[in-house]
C-alpha cells in the first residue's frame, strides 16, 4: 500500500496557454523527482487524447491509432517501418532478436556502460542467446575504432562468433545524457557496413540528442539500420517504445515481439498518449537541458565533481559530493526529501560515489532553485 508521503499526483495550472502539470504528495507538499524523467505523471492533453483514440486489435495490425504512430515515427526517422512495443527494453530485445535472425553463434558488439549491457538482464544472452564483446566508452561516449576492428569476428574461423551488430546509445545514459553526433553514427554504420555488420541505437533519449544537436532525427540516424525510441521518459507518456528499421527487419521484430509477450489489442488507447507526446513534447525538451545546465554550472561552481568538467548536453547531471561536505554520501537522498522535497537518486559509478538528477516535464524553474539550493547548504560547510 503507498503511503501518503509516498503516494504523488499531479495538479494543472494554465500558464499563458499551456497546462502545466506538478507533483504533490497527499498531504499537500510539492515534490520534485529529479530520480528519472520516467516519473512524470500524464499530461491532461495526454489524457484528453486517450478518450479520443480510436482503437482496434493490434496484433491483427487493426488499430489505427496504432498504425499512425507506427508510421509517423518510421517517416520522422526516415526508416521503411516502425513497431510499437510496452518498453524499451522489448524494443531492444526485438531489435537484437531481428537483427541476429534468432542466430545462436552471431556475436554483438556494445558499451560496457550501456543499457543494454547493464540493465536488461542480461537478455542478449538469456533471451536471444547471442554473445556479446564489451568495449569501454570514452567519457563522451565515443568507442575506439581500434576497439571495434579488434573486437570485430568474421565468421570464416570455426572459433568465432559472427559479429552481427553494433549497438550504440543515444543519449548515453550512464555517462552523463551524452549527445552523439550524426557524423559519429555515420563513421559507425560505414565501419559495420564494410563487415557486414548492423548498427542498432539504443535511442531511449534519441529526441533530447536530436534537439540537443539541433538536427532531425532522420539525418541524426541516417547511419543507423535501427532506433528504438521510448515515449516514457523526456518525452512524457505514461508508457510505450517505437523500434524502426526497414521492413524485413520489422518483420521480424513484430515477430519476436509476440514471442516476448508484447502484442497487445485495443492498445490505441496508449499509443494515443503516445503520439501526443512524440508530436508536442519535443520542442520543450530545450527546458529541460537548459534546467540540467544550470544545476551543473552551479553545482561545479560549488566545487562538487561533475564529469566531462560540468559539460551537460541534455537532461542528465552525474555529481559527486567534495571532499568537505558536510554530510555523508549514504546522508543526502533522504536530508534533501526531508527538507526540500527533492528526491535524488544515489549510489552510480565511481564506488556509488556519484549521484544522478534527471530533468523532465514535471521540475519547472523553482523545482531547480530548490534543488540547487538544497544540495549545496546541505553539504557545502
Ligand atoms: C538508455 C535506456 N535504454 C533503455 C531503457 C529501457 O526502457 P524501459 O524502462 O522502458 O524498458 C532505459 C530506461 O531507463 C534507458 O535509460
Known sequence: ???????????????????????????????????????????????????????????????????????????????????????????????????????????????????????????????????????????NAIFSMDDIRDSYFSDNDDHYAKSTLICLE??????????????????????????????????ARIMNAAVAL??????????????????????GAPMGSILVGETEFIRLARRARKRLGGGMRQVGVIASMGMHAL?????????DHSRAQRIASELKNAGFFLPRDGQVDTNIVFFALPDNSKLMKEELPAKMFEKYGVKIAGGYSKGGRMFRLVTHMDVDDEGVDATIEGIISLCIP
Open 279 to 287: 508530436t508536442n513534447n519535443v520542442d520543450r525538451m530545450a527546458d
Open 170 to 203: 543515444n543519449t548515453q545514459n550512464m555517462l552523463g545524457g551524452v549527445a552523439l553526433p550524426a557524423s559519429y553514427i555515420s563513421s559507425i554504420g560505414k565501419m559495420a557496413q564494410e563487415r557486414d555488420m548492423k548498427v542498432h541505437i539504443d535511442g
Open 1 to 139: 500500500m503507498m503511503t501518503p508521503m509516498t503516494a504523488v499526483w499531479r495538479k494543472y495550472r494554465l500558464v499563458g496557454s499551456h497546462v502545466v502539470g506538478r507533483a504533490f504528495s497527499t498531504n499537500n507538499r510539492r515534490i520534485v523527482d529529479l530520480r528519472s524523467d520516467t516519473v512524470t505523471q500524464p499530461t491532461a492533453a495526454m489524457l484528453h487524447a486517450a478518450t479520443q483514440a480510436t482503437t482496434g486489435d493490434d496484433v491483427m495490425g487493426e488499430d489505427p491509432t496504432v498504425t499512425a504512430l507506427e508510421h509517423h515515427a518510421a517517416e520522422l526517422f526516415g526508416k521503411e517501418r516502425a513497431l510499437y512495443v510496452p518498453t524499451g527494453t522489448m524494443a531492444n530485445m526485438c531489435a537484437i532478436l531481428s537483427h541476429c535472425h534468432y542466430n545462436k553463434s552471431a556475436e554483438m558488439i556494445i558499451g560496457s556502460k550501456s543499457h543494454i549491457n547493464l540493465y536488461e538482464g542480461g537478455g542478449y544472452a538469456n533471451l536471444a542467446g547471442v554473445s556479446c564483446k564489451q568495449i569501454p566508452e570514452d567519457e
Open 214 to 235: 539541433n538536427t532531425s532525427p532522420s539525418d541524426l540516424c541516417e547511419g543507423a539500420d535501427s532506433i528504438s525510441i521510448c515515449l516514457s521518459k523526456g518525452l
